[in-house]
């Protein structure tokens, strides 16, 4: 009768009252007179009913609920990978932040191709500093799936904020070779030939006028300024509407590069955006 009217409540997507009866339902397995009914808890009813009830108890919040009944829900066959996730989230919810990053790392091994736990994983570690560790998963995933351009991107991304250019660079180019239309890659790999050039323009003006190392540091800018025009066209043809995000770039490439035309656009782009709404 439980099990019926949390059935039925599903039914009528009345969650709360859908996860009462489903949590008397699996916690009536540790009566003792009703032991025998549930086969010691391994029959496979009880844990399609743990399946059931996590999507459900995290949809109204019952996070206790869905960390409880998660072991369970797990040996249930299909869509282990959202049991896991919803794990996942409910922890973090409860702002436990070493069972979220714990429940993460296991979500990495059992089901690397649910990408929620990698970027989840990734975006705490980079927001941390902790590069290393950051670099080592996206190692890791790489050799799982050398051609999933996401893990190529995350340590793209890493060593950007590292500052450590020429790594983002590289690790950029394969995410292009893997898909030439990747956004970000693009974006990424740009700034990074613009900060690059950006050091060597203060490298510049540290030296005198007419020394050797003038001219080293800016034919170094102008070269950076350069191969960062493509990636940044790219990023504007597949991004139009994103104008401040590719337009202040790009500023800087047309006006290092006296390309007067494509500057005096770039410049009125930027005009426009700092117009305020009427």
């Known amino acids: 009768n439980l099990l019926n009217g949390g059935r039925f409540y599903l039914r009528k997507k009345n969650y709360t009252e859908a996860f009462r009866f489903l949590d008397l339902y699996l916690s009536s397995a540790e009566y003792p007179a009703l032991k025998n009914d549930f086969l010691n808890q391994t029959d496979t009813m009880y844990s399609r009913v743990a399946y059931w009830i996590i999507a459900t ?4 919040g019952a996070y206790e609920g869905v960390i409880r009944y998660a ?33 993460l790392k296991r979500g990495i091994v059992n089901f690397p191709d649910h990408t929620y736990f990698f ?21 890791r995933m790489i050799q ?63 030296s ?23 990636p940044l066209e790219q990023v504007r043809r597949l991004s139009p509407d994103k104008a401040s995000r590719w337009a202040p770039l790009l500023y800087q490439v047309y006006l290092n590069q006296n ?6 656009e770039m410049e009125r782009i930027i005009r426009d955006i700092k117009k305020p709404e009427k």
């Not at 108890?57 to 109204?60: D, E, K, L, R, S």
């Not at 970027?119 to 190692?139: I, M, P, V």
């Not at 904020?161 to 239309?181: G, P």
């Not at 390309?259 to 005096?264: I, L, N, R, S």
Request: proline residues 2%; charged residues 25%.
């Open 57 to 60: 108890g995290y949809h109204i």
């Open 71 to 103: 072991p369970t829900a797990l040996r249930y066959p299909k869509n282990q990978q959202y049991v896991q996730e919803y794990l996942c989230r409910s922890h973090l919810a409860l702002n436990d932040t070493a069972a979220w990053v714990k429940e």
């Open 119 to 139: 970027t989840s994983l990734q975006e705490f570690l980079n927001r941390k500093g902790k590069y290393d560790d950051a670099l080592l998963f996206a190692d």
């Open 144 to 206: 799982y799936d050398p051609k999933n351009a996401l893990f190529w991107y995350a340590k793209a991304l890493v060593y950007m904020r590292k500052d450590d250019y020429k790594n983002c660079i590289a690790n950029c180019d394969v995410v292009l070779t893997l898909d030439s239309m990747n956004i970000e890659a693009n974006y990424f790999k740009g700034l990074a030939y613009c900060n690059m050039a950006k050091a060597s323009s203060d490298a510049m003006k540290k």
């Open 208 to 230: 005198e006028l007419k020394s050797a190392a003038y001219r080293k540091y800016r034919t170094e800018m102008m070269t950076y300024y350069a191969l960062a025009e493509e």
């Open 259 to 264: 390309k007067g035309a494509e500057f005096d």
